[in-house]
């Protein structure tokens, strides 16, 4: 017994003494052992082809479920061991017995029957499996070879139908690594996937003749679906989403307008007669919102921020979504590229399958961000865009050749649409469409009792941010004379003191929730612009409550040239005063426009409007029917993708007296040319039954010309009238005819007998003047209320 004792004592003192390099030979199993047990609780490994890394091939692990039972042990004894030997290395006044009774315990618990004959068995197929790795390993190797082999032996065509190629591929080798996009299409750097690349998914070389083109994709077109007015909008708001204050605001306006576009929507189906209407697939992006465009927005909304693209953008989401069509909306850049489909990277490569959409609704911002992840897919698709735009484009600023060389280049034109897709909040710019908002409108109650609660002598002015109050803009002195004869209040936003650009006697209530303020408005005899912002929506819905707008005449207009807002935008539009559409198309008694530099004219004008008695007005076009009946002609009816036919006016079906034939005759008194109601109109809309052909004099645009002759310039019509036969009909006198791009033309000079046509459709231009010219203008009337339609447009 004690001889047992002595052996025991000897080899507790050995293993202590080896106790390092022990700890060391554990940690290596424990190592070993933690990787064999994480392939074995992966189960498999997977690839889909030869060419990946071998430690992707599909394996299975033998003995699965039995391995990973005695791994998960090895691992629970390799633990339990390093803790007892942690523990008697601090145990320096331990009897040498006890460690060695611990160290014994701790190894004798974990010997099962038959754990050593199982380690073993795995070990084994370990072994096997490496032997299948590097199996692997070779084929790979091989398999490269061949590949590279294979690309060696592509060589660069000369095609004449594909003169870029050669360029394009020497492109490709230095920069297919600058987007990851090139190697989600197979690009790998050799020159055979270059070209693949080069004729498959872009279009600049030939088909490869030993590619297999039977398995390319064909797409079909999608099957045509009716649209149905909707009037439950839950769906809608769903849609919207949250997180962004501008989103919520969004929502509560959608909301609250509800009941109004049900009945609206109701109203147009009966209009209609339901007529088979067509469901478009519609993307709305708002662009201004994405976090990448910095949404600037978002924060003030509840600061006294601009508001009005926000009424906007809901008005046209509502619009849209009641009309019955299938919306999907993106806030973000992200949601963009999910929806449309792009393959990931910076944008270098095009969608390779069709647009996923009917129509895109987004805006300036947002067309950045689409150009910068749909690449060369953007010129290919940009038909089907419509881009949102408050203050308009005209033709001179959207060709960007054109605005390059002749100085109207801003930092928001040059695209090349055709000018009909960019819509705006106002119809000021026919160029463009009137896509516009909606108020709110009020029954024949609503309208009495505002009638009967009018205090004549109060006025709101519209005015939220303290810096439109600020003395130094002048403001303070016609302040004072209003304050003479009203009781001036505001809503300025704050958060603890009150403005001090506020003057004392204005009664602050703070930035009002809408609803609160439609009340201030119902009692408010006037309401009052300090001549900005511009064109936004407020007014019309102070006119709609019953109150008598009064803005600032601006001597001289202002404009990109003589005022800073409005300089780089793509316009060159002479702005007359703070809101040139209340000015225009509803006037006097609702609103009325004064030059407030004149006390005397600033005085008179307070006079009558304590005087006048008006009743709550608002314009149809801006009523929730207005806009449902807008927008469903535009989405029916304009299609800029389909290529327009080459008109000829001597191809229409009659024949006039003498040598001549021509589709136009004369006006009464000889002020211009109309389509001949018995010739065969080419397709168009609007009809070309709406055509009137005016001539401008020098120095004025078609937009004045047609305006003062109560009709409004119609763009789409510029193609049937610029021709020779038009000129000859009314009766030009010219010695010579030049076909250029000039946004004026067509047009001619009397002096010099000089006449022009109009190389360039995208610069057929309703905004275009000159000194030295008298254009030609196509004119359209237009339906009451409802300036954006001609009368046989529905």
């Not at 029957?113 to 692997?136: D, H, P, T």
């Amino acid at each position: 017994m004690m001889a047992v004792n002595t052996d025991s004592k000897i080899m507790v003192r050995r293993c202590l003494v080896t106790f390092r390099p022990f700890r060391i030979f554990v940690v290596g199993i424990g190592f070993f052992s933690l990787c064999f047990l994480m392939t074995s609780l992966g189960g498999q490994f997977s690839a889909k082809r030869l060419g990946d890394s071998p430690f992707t091939i599909r394996t299975e692990v033998l003995g699965g479920l039995e391995s990973r039972g005695v791994l998960r042990k090895i691992s629970d004894m390799l633990e339990v061991i390093m803790k007892r030997i942690d523990v008697l290395s601090k145990m320096g006044n331990t009897s040498d017995s006890r460690r060695l009774d611990e160290l014994s315990s701790a190894i004798n618990r974990f010997q099962p029957a038959g754990l050593v004959e199982r380690i073993q068995a795995i070990a084994q197929n370990v072994s096997n499996m490496a032997v299948k790795v590097e199996q692997i390993l070779q084929n790979s190797l091989a398999a490269g070879r061949v590949r590279d082999a294979v690309s060696g032996q592509c060589e660069i065509p000369k095609d004449p139908r594909f003169p870029d190629c050669p360029s394009k591929v020497d492109w490709m080798r230095a920069r297919w690594t600058s987007d990851p996009c090139y190697a989600f299409y197979g690009v790998d750097g050799s020159d055979c996937s270059f070209l693949i690349y080069l004729s498959e998914v872009e279009w600049f070389c030939p088909p490869l003749s030993w590619r297999n083109h039977t398995s390319t994709p064909t797409y079909k077109p999608r099957g045509r679906r009716q649209a149905a007015f909707r009037t439950d909008i839950t769906a809608l708001l769903d849609q919207v989403g949250t997180g962004k204050e501008s989103l919520s605001f969004m929502k509560r306006r959608i909301r609250r307008l509800a009941s109004q576009w049900g009945t609206a929507a109701h109203r147009l189906d009966h209009k209609l007669r339901r007529p088979w209407r067509d469901q478009k697939k519609i993307l709305v992006h708002v662009g201004f919102l994405t976090e990448e465009s910095g949404d600037v927005f978002s924060p003030k909304v509840l600061k006294g921020g601009p508001l009005g693209e926000m009424v906007q953008w809901a008005d046209i989401l509502t619009a849209l979504y009641v009309l019955g069509h299938n919306l999907k909306i993106s806030v973000s850049v992200k949601e963009l590229q999910g929806f449309l489909g792009v393959p990931p990277g910076r944008g270098s490569c095009p969608l390779t399958g069709p647009l996923p959409f009917d129509l895109i609704y987004t805006d300036y911002h947002g067309l950045q961000q689409m150009k910068q992840h749909m690449g060369l897919s953007l010129k290919r698709h940009k038909c089907h865009i419509r881009v949102i735009d408050t203050f308009g484009t005209e033709p001179a600023y959207n060709h960007e050749e054109y605005a390059t060389l002749h100085g109207y280049r801003t930092n928001w034109g040059y695209w090349n649409l055709n000018t009909k897709q960019y819509m705006t909040m106002f119809p000021h710019t026919p160029d463009n469409s009137f896509m516009g908002f909606v108020s709110e409108e009020l029954n024949d109650t609503e309208k009495e009792n505002i009638q009967r609660n009018k205090v004549s002598n109060m006025a709101v002015v519209y005015g939220k941010e303290a810096s439109m109050w600020k003395a130094s803009t002048g403001k303070e002195k016609f302040l004072q004379i209003l304050h003479r004869y009203m009781e001036i209040h505001g809503t300025v936003y704050y958060e603890t003191q009150r403005p001090p650009e506020v003057p004392a006697f204005v009664k602050n209530h703070g930035l009002l929730p809408q609803q609160e303020l439609q009340q201030l408005l119902r009692k408010a005899k006037l309401f009052i612009g300090f001549g900005f912002p511009y064109e936004g929506p407020a007014p019309l819905e102070a006119i709609a409550n019953g109150c008598i707008f009064l803005q600032p005449k601006f001597r001289p207009p202002h404009s990109s040239l003589n005022h800073e807002f409005f300089r780089g935008k793509p316009t060159s539009r002479e702005v007359s005063s703070q809101h040139p559409y209340a000015e225009q198309y509803i006037g006097k008694p609702h609103v009325i426009t004064v030059d407030y530099n004149h006390s005397q004219e600033f005085d008179a004008a307070i006079h009558e409007i304590m005087r006048a008695r008006v009743e709550p007005y608002l314009p149809y076009e801006y009523t929730c029917e207005g806009m449902l009946e807008r927008v469903h002609a535009y989405i029916q009816h304009q299609d800029f993708c389909a290529p327009e036919a080459p008109f000829t006016p001597t191809n229409v079906s009659k024949s006039w007296p003498g040598s001549s034939s021509s589709p136009f005759i004369s006006l009464p008194n000889a002020t211009g040319l109309a389509w001949a109601s018995n010739v065969t109109a080419p397709p168009s809309w609007p009809p070309l039954s709406a055509l009137l052909l005016l001539v401008s004099e020098e120095g004025e645009s078609c937009i004045a010309k047609c305006q003062n002759h109560g009709l409004i310039c119609e763009p789409a019509f510029f193609r049937f009238v610029n021709n020779k036969e038009a000129l000859a009909r009314l009766e030009v006198q010219c010695e010579g005819i030049e076909s250029e791009m000039n946004h004026v033309f067509p047009a001619f000079s009397v002096v010099r007998r000089e006449c022009g046509l109009q190389k360039e459709p995208l610069l057929f231009s309703c905004a275009g003047f000159s000194s030295k010219y008298r254009r030609l203008c196509p004119c359209r009337d237009f339906r009451k209320g409802q300036v954006a339609l001609c009368r046989d447009c529905l």
